[in-house]
C-alpha cells in the first residue's frame, strides 16, 4: 500500500478510494516527476465523492489536489452540466479575489475516468459548524458573500432555478400542515422584481473553509476564510436568494434566531437586499421549503463532522420553527 493510504480498492471503512481508470487519468495531468503518494476521502458534501490527493513532486515537497466525482446514479445524468458549469466557474474566479480553487482539468462525459470528474487545487482550511464563534464567523460570511455579488462577469452565468414549488412542499412530521399550506401560497405567487447578482447559490458553512494564523479557531486570533467550494451552482439572481440559503443553513445549524442576524450581517457589510418585507420574505420561504424533504440528507454531513447533537428530527423542528417565525412576520403585517 502506498505511504498514508490506499489509492484503489477499498478504504478500511468501505468507502470507495480513488477508482483506478481515475487515478490513470489524474496521473496524466501532474507535471514530470510527480506522483501520487496519498488519498482522503473529504466528508461534507451529498451529492459528489470528493477527495484529497497529495503529490509528491521530484525535489520531495508535495502539494494537494482535490477530485470531484459524481457518481450516484441521480447526479451522474446531470454531471455535465455541472462540472462543465463548476470548471468555467473557477476559471472566471481566478484573479478576482475570491478565495476558490484553480480548476486543472475536467472529464465531464467520463470519456476517461469511471464517473464524472473535476480535477482542481485545494484550499487550505476548514469547515467550521460550532455554536462557539458563529457571531465572528457571520460577519466573515456576510462579508465574502458581500464580495462574490459584486462580481461583474463578462458573460452572465445562467439564471437562478428555484428548488421548491407550492405544489410540492411536503411539511415535515409533526409541523403544523395549516402553516406549511400557507407559507406554500406565499411562493406561488410570481417572484418579486429584482436587481441581478453573481450569486453562489449554494452558499453555507458547508462550503466555506476557515483557518486562524494561530490554528485554532476559537482562539485570540480571528478566524479567515480561506477558501469557497462548490459552484456548480453558479447562477444570475436576487441577491436576497444567497442570503436566504445561507439562512435557512444557519438555522438548521444553531437555531431559527441566527437567520435574521446574518441578513442583518450582510447589509451591515454594504450588501443590498429587498426593500420590501414582502419580497424579502419570499426569497426566505422559497429556500427555507426546499429543505422539507432533505432534513435528513443535510444532516449526515454535519454529524460526521462532529454535530453529533443534531439529529434529523431536530433539523425538522428547527425548519418548523423557521418557517412559522417567517410566516407569522407576515400575519403581524395583516
Known amino acids: 500500500m502506498p505511504e498514508g493510504g490506499a489509492l484503489n480498492g477499498e478504504l478500511p471503512d468501505g468507502e470507495v478510494a480513488v477508482r483506478p481508470r481515475a487515478l490513470a487519468w489524474v496521473g ?3 507535471d514530470a516527476g510527480e506522483r501520487i503518494v496519498r488519498t482522503e476521502t473529504l466528508h461534507g458534501g451529498i451529492t459528489a465523492e470528493i477527495r484529497r ?43 478576482t479575489g475570491v478565495p476558490a480553487p484553480d480548476p486543472i482539468a475536467v472529464d465531464a462525459t467520463a470519456t476517461h475516468c469511471e464517473y464524472p470528474s473535476l480535477l482542481m487545487t485545494h484550499m487550505p482550511g476548514r469547515t467550521v459548524y460550532d455554536d462557539e464563534g458563529l457571531e ?28 421548491a414549488s407550492a405544489d410540492t412542499v411536503v411539511p415535515p412530521e409533526g409541523a403544523d400542515p395549516v402553516a406549511w399550506a400557507a407559507a406554500a401560497e406565499v411562493i406561488r405567487e410570481p417572484p418579486p422584481p429584482y436587481e ?30 480561506t477558501g469557497i467550494v462548490d459552484w456548480v451552482e453558479t447562477s ?3 441577491a436576497d436568494l444567497d442570503v436566504a440559503h445561507c439562512s435557512t443553513n444557519l ?33 426566505r420561504l422559497l429556500d427555507a421549503l426546499s429543505f422539507a424533504s432533505i432534513g435528513a440528507l443535510v444532516v449526515e454531513p454535519w454529524r460526521r463532522s462532529g454535530r453529533t447533537d443534531l439529529t434529523a428530527r431536530t433539523v425538522e423542528q428547527r425548519l418548523d420553527a423557521y418557517v412559522t417565525a417567517l410566516l407569522d412576520d407576515v400575519r403581524d403585517e395583516d
Do not use: C
Open 251 to 283: 438555522a438548521l445549524l444553531h437555531g431559527p434566531a441566527w437567520a435574521p442576524r446574518f441578513a442583518a450581517a450582510y447589509e451591515a457589510a454594504g450588501g443590498v437586499l429587498a426593500a420590501a418585507p414582502g419580497e424579502r420574505r419570499y426569497w
Open 196 to 225: 441581478g447578482r453573481f450569486l453562489h447559490r449554494d452558499f453555507h458553512p458547508g462550503n466555506i473553509l476557515f483557518e486562524t494564523p494561530g490554528g485554532s479557531l476559537h482562539g485570540a486570533t480571528a478566524p479567515r476564510i
Open 28 to 30: 496524466r495531468q501532474l
Open 236 to 238: 444570475w439572481g436576487p
Open 136 to 163: 465572528a464567523r457571520i460577519t466573515l460570511l456576510a462579508r465574502q458573500l458581500v464580495a462574490i455579488h459584486a462580481l461583474r462577469p463578462a458573460e452572465r452565468p445562467r439564471e437562478y432555478e428555484a428548488w
Open 53 to 95: 490527493l497529495t503529490v509528491r513532486r521530484q525535489d520531495g515537497s508535495t502539494r494537494d489536489l482535490v477530485l470531484r466525482t459524481f457518481a450516484a446514479p441521480a447526479f451522474v445524468a446531470q454531471a455535465e452540466d455541472l462540472l462543465t458549469r463548476e470548471s468555467g466557474v473557477l476559471a472566471l474566479l481566478a484573479g
